[in-house]
């Protein structure tokens, strides 16, 4: 599925220059549901991370 | 050679005895050529008065966001537009993370909430929490939970917590400008209270909130003053929607100084690599650290960010013949 909404800064995946953004992801969870812009309820433990979008569900850190 | 580091040579390696903050200062104002000297003294400092083992710790967020503080580098605070929302981890997920943690070979597990102080909800989740980790991992159990009462500090004692964090954040002149909803000096009483309780403390900082060198010079004397179990070293990590979003990162060289420096400081102390580390230092300055004073490391992620695989920093240790420190030699 194409993102809509870049899941780090927020904004519109297609518009602007998100290789910050995904340079920076590469040390942070996801913050925002690229399907709706929602921000998510994110779980960091020591070796992975959960995301919950309200909506759109639950991503993992493995997959 | 620089007069300071002889200085270092006699009065730290040799006795034992830290630099003050004039000293300090001038080896946070040493010529680049001369860093690696630093961090040889340093690190020599570090094995006579330490020894060559690493403690290894995991961290996890039991509370997360929503926090009332304006700590300016926090992405936590309640009082920001940063994207972190509040969360709390249940009991099976906080017994996860310790498991998690021990895998590593871990020693240390530290437990943190974003509050101002703990309320009695949270209080509850960490009577329960402790307890449920104590009962199915082999494991210490650190806390960092803000500011307490006396009572709260019993309490904690009485759950088997061994060592209580609460950063100083950064130095006593400094900290107005980075926290205005409480002071440097209550956190100095919490400290106070903790290390009058028997637990161990655990008091550090972050560098590149704006600090000058001379004030990164006066929190390394005060933390020297308060002589913490553990001091965990933080860099800067840049957080979009708080204060200081927008403040370079710490550079490499000067982050190496500081290494230097508070080892020099401080030669008994943890000195624990914590957040930031990867984006100031990256690989190579993660190995010039541990070589340049540093004995003790956070594994695999922090509270709100990501951190190095813990493989990678467990072969790192390895290659560097770095052993570490068993569960054994805590207790």
Redesign the interface.
Known sequence: MTAVWCDR??ERAAEGDHTACAAAR????P??CPSCRR???????????SATCVEHGTVRSDG | MPEILDLARTQVLEHGIGLDEAGVAAVLRLPDEHVPDALQIAHEVRMRWCGPEVEVEGIVSLKTGGCPEDCHFCSQSGLFTSPVRSVWLDIPSLVEAAKQTAATGATEFCIVAAVRGPDERLMKQMREGVAAIRAEVDIQVAASLGMLSQAQVDELVEMGVHRYNHNLETSRSYFPNVVTTHSWEERWDTLRMVRDSGMEVCCGGILGLGETVEQRAEFAAQLAELDPHEVPLNFLNPRPGTPLGDRPVVEGKDALRAIAAFRLAMPRTILRYAGGREITLGDLGTRDGLLGGINAVIVGNYLTTLGRPASADLALLDDLKMPVKALSATL
Do not use: F, H, S
């Open positions: 800064c927020g590469r040390l942070e969870p913050r925002y921000r998510m309820k994110v779980q960091v433990l020591p070796a992975g991370w």
